[in-house]
């Protein structure tokens, strides 16, 4: 099993940006490929970006992709996810999952493995 801890949620502005960290323990971090995921209010969990075990491959939501990175120290057991140009639609608590047996995309089921989420707010 692994553990997930997510940090770095906070207000910010249009425009701004923001890095998130999502933090691991447990079983060996580099089993896992990861992925971020987001939830606003009354809406479904959206697939935000993911990232490959060995990290050689990412993979980004159409609203995100130009705007956030995604990337992994194994080191550190943390997968990052770096915001720029921030919009209001942002907005969303946003989760960490980690999947043994899946690639790191967008399937929501893939992922066995879910941090308690951190909230992104983005005043226009």
């Known amino acids: 099993q692994v553990q997930l801890v997510e940090s770095g949620g906070a207000l910010v502005q249009a425009g701004d940006s923001l890095r998130l960290s999502c933090s691991a323990s447990?079983?060996?971090?580099?089993?896992?490929?990861m992925a971020w995921f987001r939830q606003a209010p009354g809406k479904d969990r959206d697939f935000v970006a993911g990232?490959?075990?060995?990290?050689?491959?990412?993979y980004y939501g159409y609203s995100v992709k130009g705007r956030f990175t995604i990337s992994r120290e194994d080191a550190k057991n943390t997968v990052y996810l770096q915001m720029n140009s921030l919009k209001p639609e942002d907005t969303a608590v946003y989760y960490c999952?980690?999947?043994?047996w899946g690639t790191g995309g967008s399937t929501l089921g893939d992922y066995d493995y879910w941090g308690q989420g951190t909230q992104v707010t983005v005043s226009s």
């Open positions: 990232i490959s075990r060995s990290g050689r491959r990412t």
């Open positions: 999952g980690a999947t043994v």
């Open positions: 447990g079983r060996a971090f580099s089993d896992y490929a």
